[in-house]
């Protein structure tokens, strides 16, 4: 009984994500770097030029509006049941750290939600949203084609 009212209420926090990211009013589009690329570093959110600790978090970017997108992720979720650390990259790449015991239909969720918001922040470029362990190892990643409009879900695990 207690785990199916802790479900529904991180059920009911995920909509409220949704709503808000849908609703939000973000950052603007001050850099792209028009590629992507996949380099693997100690921690995948390390710290970037803007940004910093932020409400018992780390929310960066590498453009002042990516600082305040990764701030604005923090906030929804004040209580970082879920995500602890967030950070936006070309302002089209957000990578979040997840908690150890965030399950993976708990992260399934947080994609499903961050990636709709992001692409109505965003409009006309693709979109990637990236899960990731503690230890700064991959757990997921979610695309977002502007094109088909479609979501893909990978698991590395």
């Not at 589009?29 to 992507?36: I, Y």
């Not at 604005?72 to 908690?99: E, F």
């Not at 708990?106 to 470029?125: C, I, K, N, S």
């Not at 230890?135 to 977002?144: L, N, P």
Request: charged share 20%; glycine share 8%.
């Amino acid at each position: 009984m207690e785990r199916a009212k802790g479900i529904h209420t991180m059920v009911a926090r995920l909509m409220l994500l949704v709503f808000l990211i849908l609703a939000a009013v973000g950052c603007d589009n001050s850099t792209t770097t028009g590629g992507t690329s996949t380099t693997t570093t100690q921690d995948p959110l390390a710290r970037e030029q803007y940004g910093g600790e932020y409400k018992g978090g780390v929310a960066t970017g590498d453009t002042e509006a990516g600082a305040a997108y990764a701030q604005w992720v923090l906030d929804q979720d004040p209580q970082r049941q879920i995500i602890t650390d967030a950070v936006m990259r070309d302002d089209s790449n957000l990578g979040v750290k997840v908690q150890p015991n965030a399950t993976k239909g708990q992260v399934r969720d947080l994609l499903t939600a961050l990636v709709p918001g992001m692409a109505q922040r965003f409009p006309d470029r693709d979109l990637k949203v990236i899960a990731f362990f503690q230890s700064g190892d991959k757990m997921a990643e979610a695309t977002y084609n502007r094109q088909t409009q479609q979501v893909d879900i990978q698991f590395t695990q």
